[in-house]
């Protein structure tokens, strides 16, 4: 059963605009949350983490909201660059499972000019 | 330092044959976890060490996969009697091992089963 759910296999934006994924979970346990992004033939690149004890953490251009109650997480990224353009995962992981990461299926985001 | 590596990065086997995939985490980095990626989906979690032993394998789909971490640093993860289902890309992360570290990626061995 997939326990982390991103429902958007893809999302086109125009450069300098803001893009929005986003991911929800259905594990209660879970209290450390992940995006990773990756290129076609290399491994998952860790982009942003928040812990379950925050509602955002914000890097530079990218910030991840966490909504505990609706199990929903988000992650903005803004303004938009084409080299953004890759797979983005979310992820979740709990304590009591030594912290092994479950992804999603991927957002697939496009930056056009 | 480098970065986890992964030999090798591709393998093409027959169905019914034995494959080794190897993982060599970041230097000092105590947790080592694999992940199997099939097409169109995220990564999925096999197994995960903690220095020497497997701390968790719930994730191995059957005792067709075993893996191994003889000396706390290198792994390699051994599939017996392939089957064309086992093609995938195969990822290795490794960290610290302190709670909530973050995962670093290698670029993963894609496995091809024939």
């Known amino acids: 059963d997939q326990q982390v759910k991103q429902n958007s296999p893809s999302l086109s934006v125009q450069e300098g605009r803001i893009s929005i994924l986003n991911c929800d979970y259905t594990?209660?346990?879970?209290?450390?949350f992940l995006w990773y992004k990756k290129y076609p033939a290399e491994g998952p690149t860790f982009l942003i983490s928040?812990?379950?004890?925050?509602d955002k953490n914000e890097d530079g251009r990218f910030t991840v909201f966490l909504n505990k109650s609706a199990k929903h997480l988000s992650l903005h990224i803004v303004p938009s660059q084409p080299g953004d353009s890759a797979v983005y995962f979310c992820?979740?992981?709990?304590?009591?499972?030594?912290?092994?990461?479950?992804f999603g299926k991927g957002t697939s985001l496009l930056v056009t000019p | 330092g480098a970065g986890v590596s992964q030999t090798p990065s591709n393998k093409v086997t027959e169905k019914g044959k034995y494959v080794e995939l190897r993982c060599d985490p970041i230097s000092g980095h105590t947790a080592l976890y694999w992940y199997r990626q099939s097409l169109g989906q995220g990564p999925e979690f096999l197994i995960y060490?903690?220095?020497?032993?497997?701390?968790?394998d719930s994730g191995l789909p059957n005792d067709r996969f075993f893996a191994v971490r003889p000396e706390g640093s290198v792994s390699t993860l051994k599939i017996q009697r392939t089957e064309r289902g086992d093609s995938a890309v195969y990822l290795c992360a490794s960290t610290k091992g302190l709670p909530g570290d973050t995962q670093y990626f290698g670029p993963g061995t894609r496995l091809t089963v024939l």
């Open positions: 928040i812990s379950s004890i925050k």
């Open positions: 594990n209660s346990m879970f209290d450390y």
């Open positions: 060490f903690q220095g020497t032993g497997a701390a968790d």
């Open positions: 992820a979740a992981s709990a304590l009591d499972s030594g912290y092994a990461l479950n």
